[in-house]
């Protein structure tokens, strides 16, 4: 797994309950405002920016807290993307607009603030309608503070590493299309769904990384990204004898969403 070893200050040491300075602006402002301690493990090191597992402080419920720390200027991010763009320049004025789709450096501010909002937002909408997701616990400037899906030893594995022979892989299969239906029912498509986002936890599986989830009601390629999502997932599942047909699928919920029957 992408487990790297601890590379900041403000690691385990000493008490788990006193607060240290982890040497991240993001993550220190989680500490100062009382929800973490410190740095557990640098979990991985993505194209979006940094995940990290973090100590949860003494106050919050739980032990640990996941911090997906975001690189500033991901250059290879869909939030450039006009496929995902759709939509979400409805609330925008047109000098932003503009702004954003010259790149200039205010764009590029403004676009990745959004970009961490519309995460955050979209975790919000998934744990309100039962989606098994991360559910976030604070924003930071360029950060999101969510659930951990994990224990001290390590994060969930991917879907991606289910073994063949795991005789619940048709559940997980309803599990993820069941989630897929619960989104689209508060009209939201993943839009970059695939076997490394999702975890296995606990016999159930996680659907995480959902920042460029498209809005179907503003977003015309809302159909193609469903397909290509519900088709990802049947090509994985594929492998592991579980046979379905990725366009039947989207049509059938394509259509019962559409007579509001999700
Ligand atoms: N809440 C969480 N609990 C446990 N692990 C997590 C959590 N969120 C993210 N991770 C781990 O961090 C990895 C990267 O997270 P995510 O997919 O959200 O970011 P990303 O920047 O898009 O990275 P990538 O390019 O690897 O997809 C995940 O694949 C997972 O292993
Ligand atoms: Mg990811």
């Not at 879907?159 to 063949?164: I, V």
């Not at 299309?177 to 606990?202: F, M, Q």
Request: aromatic share 10%; with cysteine; net charge positive.
């Amino acid at each position: 797994m992408h487990q790297h070893p601890p590379a900041q200050g403000g690691l385990e040491s000493g008490s788990p309950y006193e607060p240290v300075t982890t040497g991240i602006p993001d993550l220190d402002s989680f500490v100062d405002r009382g929800l973490i301690t410190h740095i557990h493990t640098q979990l991985t090191s993505g194209k979006e920016g940094t995940v990290y597992c973090c100590r949860a402080h003494p106050s919050i419920n739980r032990k640990f807290l996941a911090a997906k720390v975001y690189r500033e200027h991901a250059e290879s991010s869909y939030k450039w993307d006009p496929t995902y763009f759709q939509g979400r320049e409805r609330v925008l004025k047109p000098k932003i607009i503009r702004a954003i789709q010259a790149r200039t450096e205010f764009g590029r501010a403004v676009a990745a603030n959004l970009w961490v909002s519309a995460e955050y937002e979209n975790l919000q909408k998934m744990a309100s309608c039962g989606v098994h997701a991360p559910k976030p616990i604070a924003r930071g400037e360029n950060s999101i503070l969510m659930e951990y899906v994990g224990n001290g030893a390590g994060p969930a594995p991917h879907l991606d590493s289910l073994d063949p022979r795991d005789n619940t892989t048709q559940i997980y299969f309803d599990q993820i299309l069941e989630d897929i239906a619960r989104l689209l029912a508060r009209h939201l498509v993943h839009g970059d769904l695939s076997p490394y986002n999702i975890l296995i936890w606990k016999e159930r599986t996680w659907i995480i990384d959902v920042p460029q989830a498209v809005d179907v009601r503003f977003n015309q390629s809302a159909f193609e990204l469903l397909h290509r999502d519900i088709k990802r997932i049947c090509d994985f599942f594929a492998k592991h004898a579980v046979k379905r047909d990725p366009m039947k699928i989207t049509t059938d919920l394509w259509e019962r969403y559409q007579r509001a029957r999700l």
